[in-house]
């Protein structure tokens, strides 16, 4: 089975300030990773994803993730925030042969003005 | 187009009760996931179909959970003789073809609460 551990249960930035947002990974297989967004009362939706191919992914809102699988890690970042970003934010696994995803415990975004 | 949507929003039932959550995913979406969510914690997977069929049931916690899918489109999340710990927000998401590399849309839950 695959686990995520995203470190940081809470992450308070200024507006305009580059944010990092940590998750690593458990797997004894090649794994698919994926960054989710929640936004208050709304449904998960998808900011990025890797599947294979170059360790540097971008997804939507100007976020961008690495894979870095000697560190098992697939952090998640983005230069310049806004209050628009404020949300909470869950990292997830899948064995590349599997259909079980395995999501964080999230992680609380909120930009400060 | 209309995304995943979850009825009811919220359920609030008493312990020892059945209960049915229902799932309507994107029109046309072959797969169908279900999630649970617990207060302070990432959605937790239940069960996924591939069509009619659950490919996949192995994260439903014990034999008081069940789910449906009859026709290959809408959904059912049974839980019989409810527990307090059974108490979570159940998120529902579909794909548009089977494959775990696919984009799942999310639909905004249903809160349950076993008093």
């Known amino acids: 089975a695959q686990s995520v551990t995203q470190l940081d249960s809470q992450v308070p930035v200024f507006e305009e300030a580059p944010v990092e947002l940590r998750c690593n990974y458990s797997s004894s297989v090649s794994v698919y990773l994926f960054w989710y967004v929640q936004y208050p009362n709304q449904g998960l939706q998808l900011l990025l994803k890797y599947l294979s191919g170059s360790t540097l992914v971008k997804g939507i809102n100007g976020f961008e993730a690495e894979f870095n699988k000697s560190q098992t890690s697939f952090h998640l970042r983005k230069p310049s925030v806004h209050i628009s970003d404020t949300a909470e934010y869950f990292c997830?696994?899948?064995?590349?042969?599997?259909?079980?995803?395995?999501f964080g415990t999230g992680t609380s975004l909120t930009v400060i003005p | 187009g209309a995304g995943v949507s979850q009825t009811p929003s919220n359920k609030v039932t008493e312990k020892g009760k059945y209960v049915e959550l229902r799932c309507d995913p994107i029109?046309?979406?072959?797969?169908l996931y279900w999630y649970r969510q617990s207060l302070g914690q990432g959605p937790e997977f239940l069960i996924y179909f591939q069509g009619t069929g659950a490919a996949d049931d192995s994260g439903l916690p014990n034999d008081r959970f069940f789910a449906v899918r009859p026709e290959g489109s809408v959904s059912t999340l049974k839980i019989q003789r409810t527990e307090r710990g059974d108490s979570a927000v159940y998120l529902c998401?579909?794909?548009?073809?089977?494959?775990?590399?696919?984009?799942?849309?999310f639909g905004p839950g249903t809160r349950l609460t076993v008093l």
């Open positions: 998401a579909s794909s548009l073809i089977p494959g775990n590399y696919n984009e799942q849309f």
């Open positions: 029109s046309g979406h072959t797969a």
């Open positions: 997830a696994v899948t064995a590349n042969t599997g259909n079980q995803f395995y």
